[in-house]
């Protein structure tokens, strides 16, 4: 049984059309398959167009984001005894058409397989989206010494004992971290070159570039602090107790040419800075004694 689900907010205008084409395509795939869409407390009528178009439609009370979203798609899944899970956006910038692509390295024995856009073709990308993507990758592909092209990709096809072991519970990168944990619990994973089409309409995600660059850097430092631990709070730990120890070369720069009377204030500083520098670091290390 193929699940292929698709995450929906206020996507009545295009929902409708994925879902046809999606139907298509897996019935000339000739596999049972439903279709599932969690409608993330949209206001318009997406959960009703889903269902008129033969889809399982089930819905959020109100709009919770995407990471509880995919964590919903999962449960609802498995509830209808998916084997595989194929999840697919609403905006129709993936194409239903590729996706036995994915299934075809699934049958091959992937247990994970991504759609990468950036080893297939981009129709339109917004340049600070497709930088924030590239460093994302970037970052993962060092955490899991695992060579990741596109790691933001909302195209992604997996097992349903992937779903059952793979606990997500980020509310900000769980796209990273679903393929973070399936390489360290040593799934076989997969990348596939797919087609990104142009957006038609707004984006729901990107209002204000800045403001995504921002919050693109901030996912990137909470992948660091939750999956290097002893990387992170050893690096900001040095650089505080750096900061410590160059006031204290002053001090004792001081102490042997004019001497340091009057600079109490400084010495005890110069003691918290060192202080808190060196728990930072003794920090990162027991939580990287304690992390899964």
Known sequence: MIIVTIPAYNEGKTIGKVIENIKEVMQKYRKKYKILVVDDGSQDNTAQIARKAGAVAYSHAKNYGLAETFKTEI???LELEADVIVHIDADG???PKEIPKLLIEIDNGYDFVLGSRFKGKIEHMPIVKKLGNIAFSKVISQITNFNISDAQTGFRAFTKK?????????NHTYTQEQIIRAIKQKFRLKEVPVYFAKRKGKSKLIRNPFEYAL???INIIRVYR??????FFGIVGTLIFSVGFLIGLYLVY????TGIVGHFALMMLDILILSIGLQIIIFGFIADMNRK
Request: glycine share 0%; hydrophobic share 40%.
């Open 93 to 95: 910038q993936y194409l």
């Open 215 to 217: 919050k693109a850097w």
């Open 75 to 77: 449960q609802k899944s």
């Open 162 to 170: 992937v779903a059952r072991e793979i606990d997500i519970r980020s």
């Open 254 to 257: 001081l102490h042997f040419t």
């Open 226 to 231: 939750d999956f290097e631990p002893l990387r």
